[in-house]
């Protein structure tokens, strides 16, 4: 049964999950409503309701919507973070701190992170196995916009080419991201630093052009600006990373003598075996080397961590919630009771007003749950393009399974908890509730 | 069709409330099948209390309770509510409709707790009844857009609707004023009277006393007078 189940395509599982998910509730409600036509006085009871109905569905909504939400944010930054990772195989630093480097190199966070020295760097470049090695220098800005000091190679390697113009070959040019406001052909005057704390004028009348642009790629290098490195140590008084012999063409080979330093290098192997191979050779006293994917992939296993934590709590919020729709249910089918009386008193089995509350209480359930779906998804995406405004990583908040499976879940749960109502009002005296 | 006109035996009947407090009790009581009885006594007497023993939604003390063959007294719950379902059409004092339903919903409410084969013959049944009352092409309308006598009609049709031989009804006139009053005292006794059903209302309307077969009087929970009408 285990080896069919596993043999099946993802979505033929998923959709197997959500029927035995909703497999109690359907078996509920063959067997309550079997036989019976509730349906005039079911709509009935709710058009003479309204608004208590209302009330109630909208909690229900809101619950699933928190649920939901959650999920399907949680995993469309997983994705959208992973992505902007895509394009960096290894990055080699100074010892420190795995995910601060990985946050200044791949999300472009400011950091403060010690160099590499020249002869570190060399050591890469030359090593054989290794078919691109790029620094990447961080610290100056232009409005909001990090400037980054790197290679050409660097840049063709992220945007896979650039969308238009061509990729710097003096000092003096740069490349923008797809989302910075500059055009081809325009100047800028890079600040020292970043956000309030960016000096502008520290670097004199220093100023870029812009030579070319990148596509899209979905990560914070979208509202990068891309420079040579050269130009970065230089304006900050520093060796531009060539000798007394260079002969004016910018990017590598770079000296180690006249290399100033850099926070970290993007690497990348001949080879997915050589990736390993260099992370271990790189991984020293002097050296710190890590693939972005698997610090992530950590980040996102205590996410998953924090995310099941968080989907329990939803489920139980959802549940509590559901409970007071359901104690107030209760208190919904005392306005009812006269009505309920009257079924009875006319000779209706007591399981048919069972059937009608259990009905009335499943309708609000489904109704709530099928709103609070859209509602979650309809806020996920809201939230989606906030993040993506703030962090250029681009988040797809899309309804997936696991929202679904949620949804079932709670639909099953919180319809079987309304069977306990729908009992209590077929106990109920009638005499007594049919004299009001 | 029409349910069999039921004689109704009634022996040792005792029916006690919270605390002991005997409600009613009966030593012997015989109402022919097809007749039409209108009990009544002063408030509090336990005339409902009777009305509703009989029709099984009180379990008496002691007793019996005989319609025809069957002795309801004895039954559990849900074996008195299918007696009633299946033999009992039920009026009560304040035309008790569901009123966001329409006139003919209302009229055919069986229908929906009934078996599939007996759906189709109480709705045609009901706009039948509900024509033969005076109301046939309401349509759709809710039912709390009519008169209290309108909305009265509409329970006494679905009180008919199953085809019930007996018909019991409480204080069915008292919240009507004089025309209405006086049009369904008549209907009640007619639609029973033609169809040979066996009519017990509780009333204080002389209109209905006028026009019953006979008159049970209850005090104290007691029947201290059975006079033929």
Redesign the interface.
Known sequence: MDEIYHALPNWAQDVLVTLGLLTPLLVVGLIVLR????G??LL??L??QVWISAVFTALIAVSVALGTGLIAQERGLRQGTARAADKFDLVIAAPGSEITAMLAAVYLQPSDLPLLDGATYAEIAAHPRVSLVAPLGFGDSWRDAPVVGTTAGFVDHLSEGLAAGRPFTAEDEAIAGARVALEIGDSFAPAHGVGDAAEHGAHGDFAYRVVGKMPMTGSPWDRALMVPIESVWSVHGLANGHGPDWDGDIGPPFSPAHFPGTPAALVRAESLGATYSLQAEFSTAQTMAFFPGSVLARLHALMGDIRQVMSVLAVITQVLVTAGVLAGLMMLTRLLA??LA?????????R?VFALTWSYAATLILTGAAIGLLLGIAASFAIAAAITARTDIVVAATLGWPEIHLVAGFVSLTGLLALLPAYLTMTRP??TD?RG | MTGHAQKLEVSSLTVTGDGGRRLLCVDSLTIAAGSAVVVRGPSGAGKSTFLYALAGMIAPETGQIRWGETDIAPLPEPARAAFRRRNMGFVFQEHLVFEELSAPENAAIAALYSGRADRGRIRDRAAAELARLGLDGVGTRRSDTFSGGERQRIAVARALAGGPGIILADEPTASLDRDNADRLARDLVTLARTEGRTLIAVSHDPALHERADRLIDIVDGRLLEAADG
Do not use: D, Q, S, W
């Open positions: 036989g019976f036509h509730v005039p006085l009935g009871l058009r003479r006269r009505r009257l079924l009875r008193a006319l000779g209706a089995p007591r048919f009638v005499i049919l």
